[in-house]
T-cell receptor, first 118, second 109 residues
Framework: GAVVSQHPSWVICKSGTSVKIECRSLDFQATTMFWYRQFPKQSLMLMATSNEGSKATYEQGVEKDKFLINHASLTLSTLTVTSAHPEDSSFYIC??????????????FGEGSRLTVL | GQNIDQPTEMTATEGAIVQINCTYQTSGFNGLFWYQQHAGEAPTFLSYNVLDGLEEKGRFSSFLSRSKGYSYLLLKELQMKDSASYLCAVKDSNYQLIWGAGTKLIIKP
């Protein structure tokens, strides 16, 4: 159990276009999902915390108008990179925790989405 | 500030044992996680420690000393597929996960 699916796995787009990445919890309800960005040879950087039915909480330095996050249901969160530029090229990963008795609070990660902006 | 330190890279031989250390300085402590991340893939959960001591899970073990702000991940009987980055993460007093930069483990035959 505790499967998180992310789509698309790979996306190449032209500079100035927008890209939407979907993150779904397949077998559990996730009231909170997390969006991370990871540049090559670097660790995970938390971008924002996505709460179902409310506005996302963005980390310092992350532009909320550029990285639009929507968490409309308990199983789906989306990240839209608006007006993408080459410097936005990165590996974007979503995650969720499952709040069941006995759980450690570990995060279950999606497969990640590699964005390349030309 | 909050800080997690782990070696950038380690090399070990197939069949051997390797210990990856992690030291942390965080505002509060609500558990320490180890994740494995293969290149180009998302992290996968390995272990969780919230009390002092050793947690063993097959070939992998994780140790925690809260008084020293220290943990290690021990990998036994190394296999080539263990070549990956190992991420240490601490949950602070606000239950926020603070991530280390990861240790790239290279296994040689």
């Amino acid at each position: 159990g505790a499967v998180v699916s992310q789509h698309p796995s790979w996306v190449i787009c032209k500079s100035g276009t927008s890209v939407k990445i979907e993150c779904r919890s397949l077998d559990f309800q996730a009231t909170t999902m997390f969006w991370y960005r990871q540049f090559p040879k670097q660790s995970l950087m938390l971008m924002a915390t996505s709460n179902e039915g409310s506005k996302a909480t963005y980390e310092q330095g992350v532009e909320k108008d550029k990285f639009l996050i929507n968490h409309a249901s308990l199983t789906l969160s989306t990240l839209t990179v608006t007006s993408a530029h080459p410097e936005d090229s990165s590996f974007y990963i979503c995650s969720a925790s499952r709040l069941l008795a006995g759980d450690t609070g570990e995060l279950f990660f999606g497969e990640g989405s590699r964005l390349t902006v030309l | 500030g909050q800080n997690i330190d782990q070696p950038t890279e380690m090399t070990a031989t197939e069949g051997a044992i390797v210990q990856i250390n992690c030291t942390y300085q965080t505002s509060g402590f609500n558990g320490l996680f180890w994740y494995q991340q293969h290149a180009g893939e998302a992290p996968t959960f390995l272990s969780y420690n919230v009390l002092d001591g050793l947690e063993e899970k097959g070939r992998f073990s994780s140790f925690l000393s809260r008084s020293k702000g220290y943990s290690y991940l021990l990998l036994k009987e190394l296999q080539m597929k263990d070549s990956a980055s190992y991420l240490c993460a601490v949950k602070d007093s606000n239950y926020q996960l603070i991530w280390g930069a990861g240790t790239k483990l290279i296994i040689k035959p």
